[in-house]
């Protein structure tokens, strides 16, 4: 008969606890009701970087440590902490953790319950499908809220499984016991952050369930409650599933065990669980580790009764063999080393964490660094939670000096010209207060063992560069060898661009090949004696794809930072370089054939009237800019322009038209008329309406704020398809009036920028 179940599994919890007996004297109870009453130690507190994608990828990247990731065809990710109403947090993980494209991502939700749902469903997919293997992560966080009842009921942390035929750990038998009633005793509306309960209810339901469930368990395999060395249960928290066991033995016309060898029977299952808390649909889970870690005996071959429940509710007991050999699939070091090395709270230090607020508006939004893992939540930005991988540095000979060097460049908006630009006419753009900025560092790094499977076996460490891509999620170490042969590769590529035999949106595979190329360009110019590695860190708070010159701000930067960093060791002796050129090479890989303003802009500042290569810097301006992000356009940059340029070749009196009204806001400018700067703001939007690049749904939304006495345009190459366009442009009102329209975007004022890239 073929075995289906358990092969491998590991938990992942927080780098942070709490003391129930310190939460305990801080809200006035004495602490047994803690020690004693939950049979609850200690519980994990979530840090703000860190929530159930970073902890399910954290403990999946050690489960799936000298695995081979093609067996792997399906992800099942159950949570009943979901981020997101439609995307999977597994696709997030399924990133993290570099796995095949070809895998099925699915999340799953019934409270507590959903992880046993996730692993009998799998069951019955590997029956079909022997050769694969299916990786089935629960990762929750229990919040109730500060001073509630449930407060000291909560926890977080994640297990990943790996399930396959034949498995090394747990073999799952056929037949179990379910019970499902629609009843309130937990649950958590749309729009609540804190769960709601009805404890006693709750409890009782949890009782009534396993009782339910087990009789038909009983009656599907006359499976006796004597043929079951150990039994899991549901760990809300621990004094439950001890309730629990008493309860399923009464059941069994058995005499209600004492308080004393229940206690005894069931400890190491809560081993962990008392130090970590409630882990929702990771908590059955978790006891299996701690069960099969912390008893002093050989489990071999004996059967282990799982009970499993979700609020709501839904019920399952099913049972398992354990497998001889089980202990060589083990992770204890690294489980108690992770407990072991938590840094203890204190009660404020707590609170401040559980309070943190993530923003709702959409607005760009860095968090702090608390988490200890290789994973992390690093900004939310277009109402986008941002998630990295980081690679830890180890064992720094204290004596290392590092040098460091950092640099910023602003982005822009075009208040006129941005198509007729390209053919020959004028243009206007303005610097604004928001920065692409990069540090270069030289460094003696290691790196853990998934990051080194990045760069070619056998190569110097000390000749490789770590790229940081903060606003494109990527982080990797690259050796100078795979490097030039990537710059070879899409020089050859933006050739078949230029002769028409690829589009422009080919020439880069992935985006932050357009960094790596950027910064092999420079050093190959520079051509400098790296001693140590080198590291290449860029972040941004320039909206990507939104026409503010994030390409431009972030290749400038990068190509200054480097630059300075160099000149004073290696080039002492070079003259100041041409950034344009250096970076109007990059921002053609980017957006075909660039005019140059946005370079132009990012190492400028100010005001500046542009025309073919020609710079003008005008006065600014006092009355106030606002924007909307409409989100990135559905066309490149490229496809526009390709677009446009047919346009004014079929009508030249278009581009004069274009070209008289950047005129008038130039000569508007200068005598700071704001009335007749808005009434040219307002034709420019008709001419780029004319030239298809504005959405319908933008040109409506133009509209309404016309009608309310303002101006707007987008300030991009905006979009021959979709429904978004970027970023636009409001002017003539002020921030009041604005708001008063209702707009379904965030509303930023802007500032413009004096000074173009620059030394930090």
């Known amino acids: 008969m073929i075995k289906l179940g358990i092969d491998k599994a590991c938990f992942y919890t927080s780098a942070y606890y709490l003391e129930l007996s310190d939460l305990a004297k801080a809200r006035g109870v004495e602490k047994d009701k803690y020690l004693i009453g939950l049979g609850q130690k200690e519980m994990a507190v979530i840090p703000p970087d860190e929530g159930i994608v970073t902890m399910a990828a954290s403990a999946a990247s050690k489960l799936l440590e000298n695995e081979d990731k093609s067996k792997i065809r399906t992800l099942l990710f159950a949570t009943e902490s979901g981020i997101d109403y439609s995307k999977s947090a597994g696709i997030y993980v399924h990133r993290l953790l570099d796995l095949p494209t070809h895998t099925r991502t699915i999340e799953l939700k019934q409270a507590c319950y959903a992880g046993t749902g996730a692993l009998q469903l799998a069951l019955g997919y590997l029956y079909q499908n022997p050769d694969e293997k299916v990786l089935l992560i629960t990762s929750d966080i229990a919040r109730y809220g500060l001073n509630t009842p449930g407060e000291s009921s909560q926890g977080g942390g994640a297990v990943a499984m790996l399930l396959s035929v034949n498995p090394r750990l747990i073999s799952i038998e056929p037949g179990s016991g379910l019970f499902t009633e629609d009843i309130m005793d937990f649950w958590r509306p749309n729009y609540k952050e804190e769960a709601l309960v009805e404890g006693k209810t709750s409890c009782d339901q949890y009782l009534k369930a396993l009782k339910e469930s087990w009789q038909d368990y009983f009656h599907r395999t006359q499976r006796e409650f004597h043929t079951h060395q150990h039994f899991l249960y549901h760990i809300p928290f621990p004094r439950l599933a001890e309730k629990a066991h008493q309860k399923l033995s009464m059941t069994c016309n058995l005499k209600k065990p004492s308080a004393e060898e229940t206690s005894a029977l069931l400890s190491t299952g809560l081993t962990y669980a008392k130090k970590i808390g409630n882990c929702y649909t990771g908590s059955l889970y978790l006891g299996l580790i701690s069960l099969l870690e912390n008893h002093p005996e050989d489990l071999k071959n004996q059967r282990i009764g799982f009970y499993s429940y979700g609020s709501g509710c839904v019920a399952e007991f099913f049972s398992g063999l354990i497998q001889p050999g089980y202990e060589q699939v083990l992770f204890k070091k690294y489980h108690q080393d992770l407990l072991n090395s938590r840094q203890l709270l204190s009660i404020a230090q707590y609170e401040n964490f559980y309070s943190y607020q993530l923003p709702k508006d959409g607005t760009l939004h860095t968090l702090p660094e608390h988490t200890h893992s290789n994973y992390r939540l690093s900004k939310l930005e277009n109402h986008k939670q941002i998630y990295i991988k980081k690679i830890v540095r180890k064992n720094i000979p204290e004596t290392l000096s590092e040098k460091s060097v950092s640099a910023r460049a602003p982005g822009k908006l075009i208040l006129s010209g941005e198509h007729s630009v390209v053919s020959g006419g004028p243009a206007i753009a303005i610097a604004i207060n928001r920065y692409a900025v990069t540090t270069i560092k030289q ?32 982080k990797s170490l690259v050796s100078r060898e795979t490097l030039r042969s990537l710059k070879s590769r899409i020089k050859s590529g933006y050739q078949s661009f230029l002769k028409g035999e690829k589009s422009i949106r080919e020439v880069l595979e ?25 590291e290449i860190h860029t972040e941004s708070d320039i909206p990507i794809g939104c026409g503010m010159g994030s390409s431009a701000a972030s290749i400038v930067s990068t190509n200054y930072a480097l630059f300075e960093f160099f000149s004073h060791k290696d080039n002492k002796n070079l003259s100041g370089p041409d950034y344009f050129e250096w970076s109007l090479d990059a921002e053609n890989i980017q957006h075909g054939k ?16 542009y025309q073919q290569g020609r710079m003008e810097k005008i006065p600014t301006f006092p009355w106030p800019l606002f924007i909307i992000n409409t989100g990135p356009s559905s066309s490149s940059t ?49 001419f780029l309406c004319q030239l298809g690049v504005v959405p319908l749904k933008i040109q409506t939304l133009i509209q309404t704020i016309e009608n309310f006495g303002g101006a707007a345009k987008i300030c991009g190459a905006g979009s021959i398809s979709g429904d978004t366009a970027g970023i636009v442009l409001i002017v003539g009102l002020s921030l009041e009036k604005i708001r008063n329209i209702g707009l379904p975007y965030p509303i930023e004022e802007i500032f413009m920028a004096p000074h173009g890239v620059e030394k930090i």
């Open 594 to 609: 660039s005019s140059g303003i946005d370079v132009q802009m990012a190492l400028q500042g100010g005001v500046l009237y």
């Open 443 to 474: 460094s003696n790094y290691e790196f853990n063992s998934e990051s080194k499977s990045e760069s070619k076996s056998g190569s110097n460490l000390n000749s490789s560069v770590l790229f940081d891509l903060l606003n494109v999620q990527h």
């Open 510 to 534: 992935k985006p932050f090949e357009l960094l790596q190329y950027t910064a092999t360009n420079m050093l190959e110019k520079l051509n400098p004696q790296i001693e140590l590695g080198l």
């Open 638 to 686: 490229g496809e526009c322009v390709t677009q446009t340029q047919k346009i004014f070749k079929e009508r030249p009196d278009l581009l004069d038209q274009m070209s008289r009204v950047t005129e008038e806001i130039k000569t508007s400018i200068e005598i700071q008329d704001n009335l007749n700067f808005c009434k040219a703001i307002a034709q420019n939007h008709q």
